[in-house]
């Protein structure tokens, strides 16, 4: 709860309502509560369930940017709760509703599932031939810091959904698998540890797939953490026609750094501790010594 | 268990056109879309009004119906539509063969994203358009007798 004497002043927090068993269409109801600088939308919402409305829905989990949990829609535009304080987007009034372009579970409560389902039809993991390394790796691979840079950016998505809400032909088009599947396409395809491009190119390429975006860009002026999405489709557009006409250099994925066996570790770097949880699940790590 | 109730909240044509403060390149991609449309359907009512012929029917001779200034000036936004949609598709072909949009960069905020990249891109696309435009207008108006 804010301390009475730090307050600002009162915010009027406008919040989409909806609860299934008793409304027929989501409404809106108003609170006002005191704000004190540095206030985030989530606290404020915590200060409205805790003193004023406890039947008050939303998801959340890390408080920090992390877990992309709180995204909904604030003042209009889709953002984390977490990461966007109070007076830094509201003087007197303040809307917050949930996601748009998803379905509405109860409140600030988007359904995401149909986001995930597009996500894993992209298959978002590493393909390989040798599976077995994948699986249980006797080896690292090789990859150069250039390579590593090629990928990184789009590694930093936390799935919160806001890209998806912000974007216009999602909005009218159910199908269209969307800027967060498609920007992890990518991130796997040119990841050089992958060789999976052809196969996610079935779904990437398609009818639905990523020359549905048209580059309104909002994915990337919503997202919260700086992945980029409207970037990642544009070059996977670019890898798509290269690999349609043919002309896309036929790369082999990255190679083990040592073979089986062969792995030499650094001589100034320690023993990784013993196992601490007592039982068989990892029969391969050293009991820890007192 | 009972299926749980959901409400759609999909945003519809609304998501196009309005629904909140959108950037520069959200108006551009509006715009695109309405000028295709409107150029599609200018297509349309073009193919009906020249297979009147058949029916000897001809609107767009010398002091028929189209000669009215009002057709006149419709033919200007048909060409305004056109000069935009040109200009922003060859922006656009650029950008979606990854040509100006940047390589992928560790994101540190304040973020800068593809959409800084190709912004000069979009700017000299607008000009260009304008001046043709212009040119255009000099000679659909009229503005040049």
């Given at each position: 709860?804010p301390?009475s004497?730090?307050?600002?002043?009162?915010i009027?927090?406008?919040?989409?309502?909806?609860?299934?068993?008793l409304?027929r269409?989501p409404?809106v109801?108003?609170?006002?509560?005191p704000?004190r600088?540095?206030?985030?939308?989530?606290?404020?919402?915590?200060?409205?369930?805790?003193?004023m409305?406890?039947?008050?829905?939303?998801?959340?989990?890390c408080?920090?940017?992390?877990?992309?949990s709180?995204?909904?829609l604030?003042?209009?535009?889709p953002?984390?709760a977490?990461?966007t304080?109070i007076l830094?987007?509201?003087d007197r009034e303040?809307?917050?509703?949930?996601?748009p372009n998803?379905?509405?579970?109860?409140?600030?409560v988007?359904?995401?599932t149909?986001?995930?389902d597009?996500?894993?039809?992209?298959?978002?993991?590493?393909?390989?031939?040798?599976?077995?390394?994948?699986?249980?790796?006797?080896?690292?691979?090789?990859?150069s810091?250039?390579?590593?840079?090629?990928?990184?950016q789009?590694?930093?998505?936390?799935?919160?959904g806001?890209?998806?809400?912000?974007?216009?032909?999602?909005?009218?088009?159910?199908?269209y698998?969307?800027?967060m599947?498609?920007?992890?396409?990518?991130?796997?395809n040119?990841?050089?540890r992958d060789?999976?491009?052809?196969?996610?190119?079935q779904?990437?390429?398609?009818?639905?797939?990523a020359f549905?975006?048209?580059?309104a860009?909002?994915?990337?002026?919503?997202?919260?953490?700086?992945v980029?999405?409207a970037?990642?489709?544009?070059?996977?557009?670019?890898?798509l026609v290269?690999?349609?006409?043919?002309?896309?250099?036929?790369k082999?994925?990255?190679?083990?750094?040592?073979?089986?066996?062969?792995?030499?570790?650094?001589p100034?770097?320690p023993a990784?501790?013993g196992?601490?949880?007592?039982?068989?699940?990892?029969?391969?790590?050293?009991?820890r010594s007192? | 268990?009972?299926?749980?109730?959901?409400?759609d909240?999909r945003?519809?044509?609304?998501?196009?056109?309005?629904?909140?403060?959108?950037?520069?390149?959200?108006?551009?991609?509006?715009?695109?879309?309405?000028?295709?449309?409107g150029?599609?359907?200018?297509?349309?009512?073009?193919i009906?009004?020249?297979?009147?012929?058949a029916?000897?029917i001809?609107l767009?001779?010398?002091?028929?119906?189209?000669?009215?200034?009002?057709?006149?000036?419709?033919?200007f936004?048909?060409?305004?539509?056109?000069?935009?949609?040109?200009?922003?598709?060859v922006?656009?072909?650029l950008?979606e063969?990854g040509?100006?949009v940047?390589r992928?960069i560790?994101?540190?905020?304040?973020y800068?994203?593809?959409l800084?990249?190709?912004r000069?891109?979009?700017?000299?696309m607008?000009?260009?358009?304008?001046?043709?435009?212009v040119?255009g207008g000099?000679?659909?108006?009229g503005?040049?007798?």
């Amino acid at each position: 709860m804010p301390d009475s004497s730090t307050v600002v002043r009162q915010i009027r927090f406008h919040i989409t309502r909806y609860n299934p068993e008793l409304d027929r269409v989501p409404y809106v109801k108003t609170y006002a509560i005191p704000v004190r600088e540095g206030m985030t939308v989530l606290e404020g919402l915590h200060y409205i369930k805790d003193n004023m409305d406890s039947s008050l829905a939303w998801r959340y989990s890390c408080r920090m940017g992390v877990c992309g949990s709180c995204g909904m829609l604030l003042n209009g535009h889709p953002t984390l709760a977490c990461n966007t304080q109070i007076l830094h987007i509201a003087d007197r009034e303040l809307t917050v509703g949930p996601l748009p372009n998803f379905n509405i579970i109860r409140d600030l409560v988007p359904d995401l599932t149909p986001m995930f389902d597009k996500h894993r039809s992209v298959k978002p993991f590493v393909i390989r031939a040798d599976e077995t390394e994948v699986n249980e790796p006797a080896g690292e691979f090789y990859q150069s810091p250039e390579e590593l840079e090629a990928y990184l950016q789009f590694t930093y998505c936390i799935k919160c959904g806001c890209c998806m809400a912000a974007c216009p032909t999602l909005a009218t088009d159910v199908r269209y698998l969307g800027p967060m599947p498609l920007a992890a396409a990518q991130r796997y395809n040119v990841d050089s540890r992958d060789d999976g491009r052809r196969a996610r190119n079935q779904v990437t390429g398609a009818a639905q797939g990523a020359f549905r975006c048209h580059y309104a860009g909002e994915c990337s002026r919503a997202c919260p953490k700086g992945v980029d999405p409207a970037k990642a489709i544009q070059h996977l557009k670019r890898r798509l026609v290269l690999d349609y006409l043919r002309l896309a250099r036929r790369k082999k994925p990255c190679q083990k750094l040592h073979g089986p066996g062969e792995g030499k570790p650094l001589p100034n770097i320690p023993a990784a501790p013993g196992k601490t949880v007592p039982g068989d699940s990892f029969p391969n790590l050293p009991e820890r010594s007192p | 268990m009972a299926e749980i109730r959901r409400h759609d909240n999909r945003l519809g044509l609304w998501g196009w056109l309005g629904g909140g403060r959108w950037g520069v390149e959200r108006y551009a991609y509006i715009l695109h879309r309405l000028t295709g449309l409107g150029i599609l359907l200018y297509f349309l009512i073009h193919i009906v009004v020249t297979s009147l012929r058949a029916a000897g029917i001809y609107l767009w001779v010398e002091g028929e119906f189209l000669h009215q200034p009002i057709f006149r000036f419709g033919e200007f936004l048909v060409f305004a539509a056109f000069a935009y949609h040109a200009f922003n598709g060859v922006r656009l072909v650029l950008v979606e063969l990854g040509i100006a949009v940047g390589r992928p960069i560790e994101p540190v905020y304040p973020y800068r994203t593809s959409l800084n990249v190709q912004r000069p891109l979009l700017i000299i696309m607008m000009i260009l358009a304008a001046a043709f435009l212009v040119a255009g207008g000099y000679d659909f108006l009229g503005l040049g007798k």
